[in-house]
């Protein structure tokens, strides 16, 4: 995708969770993306308009507590003011999630 503008964001495509998701809370997610042309953009990764901001191309996270298994993410970029256009690609995304109402016994 190309990040053009300082003035508005980019999202990616919707990632959608795999049908075994469902059930699940999210625990944690990790990141990897590329960055082509300049310094890298402000990245967050956002499901519906919660979002968590990524520090770096590349990382480990908590998910948030309202974030649900059984709905899309994005990957949302928006550069600097004055920072030239660059092409980000190579968008991956893992998320980790527990069992809901699972006990210890």
């Not at 469902?22 to 402000?42: E, I, Q, T």
């Not at 967050?44 to 480990?60: K, N, S």
């Amino acid at each position: 995708m190309r990040v053009a503008g300082a003035d508005r964001d980019y999202r990616s495509e919707a990632l959608r969770p795999p049908a075994p998701a469902a059930g699940l809370v999210p625990a944690r997610f990790s990141w990897a993306y590329r960055v082509h042309g300049g310094p890298p953009p402000r990245a967050w990764l956002c499901q519906a308009d919660r979002c968590v901001r990524l520090h770096g191309a590349r990382g480990r996270a908590p998910a948030p507590s309202r974030w649900r298994a059984d709905a899309p993410l994005r990957f949302r970029f928006r550069l600097a003011d004055g920072a030239a256009p660059v092409r980000v690609d190579r968008l991956r995304l893992t998320v980790t999630g527990a069992v809901v109402g699972q006990s210890g016994e």
